[in-house]
């Protein structure tokens, strides 16, 4: 990481980034790009998977922009390598596709990070600086990939929430009580509301204001969904929602 590279030239308030492309001109570039950029060090760069494995178990980044198409070994993989292997190291996405496939398979590896290569330096430090700092660094475009692939999936929109404890269909009724579809994980329906919102692109103060909620009531339920789904962060969340066709259907 940063802090313990000091030694190597990179010193404690800086983000280390290793690069991976396969591409010799797009990896010079992104090295040549990221070097002029405050605040940066890049440490190695790979052109290929397991190179850019072999370089993180070496350098210890605190982040590594991965491109998808590579040989021997493509970025998907490398990520959960990096991600199984080296918890420490964030991955941020860096890709000339934009693809749903690959945008889902990439956050379900692990990568914190999905920037298309026509991102500009503002927009790819920014993305580093976010995932270092344990936030989800998604382009807008990729955002509204996202929520476009969200809005057509097949299943059924969150319904609105239902009270703690409904009264008992009456004896004899014709009718039966409705029966809401289990949801995944043992998710809450007030959970998966929450979840839906984050999908949504929603920060924590407006989930609490669609809500009538506090903030801290909002964090409370993030915190327990992240822990029944096991996502680490909202970006896993959005695949996570994606998966299971969970949706705002506000």
């Known amino acids: 990481m940063a802090r313990a590279a000091a030694g190597a030239g990179v010193t404690v308030d800086q983000i280390s980034v290793v690069v991976a492309d396969d591409q010799t001109v797009v990896r010079e570039g992104i090295v040549m790009l990221l070097g002029l950029l405050p605040g940066i060090t890049v440490v190695g760069s790979a052109a290929d998977g397991e190179e850019a494995v072999r370089l993180v178990a070496e350098h210890a980044p605190d982040v590594v922009l991965m491109d998808l198409r590579m040989p021997r070994c493509d970025g998907v ?37 999905f920037l298309t290569k026509d991102a500009g330096a503002e927009e790819i430090a920014r993305a580093v600086s976010d995932v270092r700092s344990g936030a989800a660094g998604l382009s ?6 996202l929520l476009e692939r969200l809005s057509g999936a097949p299943a059924a929109p969150v319904a609105p929430a239902v009270p703690a404890a409904p009264a008992p269909a009456a004896s004899g009724s014709e009718g039966g009580p409705v029966r809401r579809p289990a949801l995944p994980d043992g998710l809450t329906q ?23 909620v506090s ?35 506000s």
Do not use: C, M, W
Request: aromatic share 6%; hydrophobic share 45%.
């Open 215 to 249: 903030p801290a009531t909002v964090k409370t339920h993030i915190n327990n969904l992240f822990a029944k789904t096991a996502v680490r962060d909202r970006a896993q969340a959005v695949a996570y929602a994606f998966k299971h066709g969970i949706s705002d259907g």
């Open 190 to 212: 007030r959970e998966a509301e929450v979840l839906a919102l984050i999908a949504a692109g929603l920060s924590n103060a407006e989930i609490a204001g669609r809500l009538f």
């Open 140 to 145: 807008p475009q990729v955002q509204l990939r």
């Open 77 to 113: 993989e490398a990520t959960r390598r990096i991600r199984a292997g080296h918890p420490g190291t964030e991955v941020v996405v860096l890709t000339t596709y934009a693809d749903d496939d690959s945008l889902f398979s990439a956050l379900q590896a692990g990568a914190r990070g």
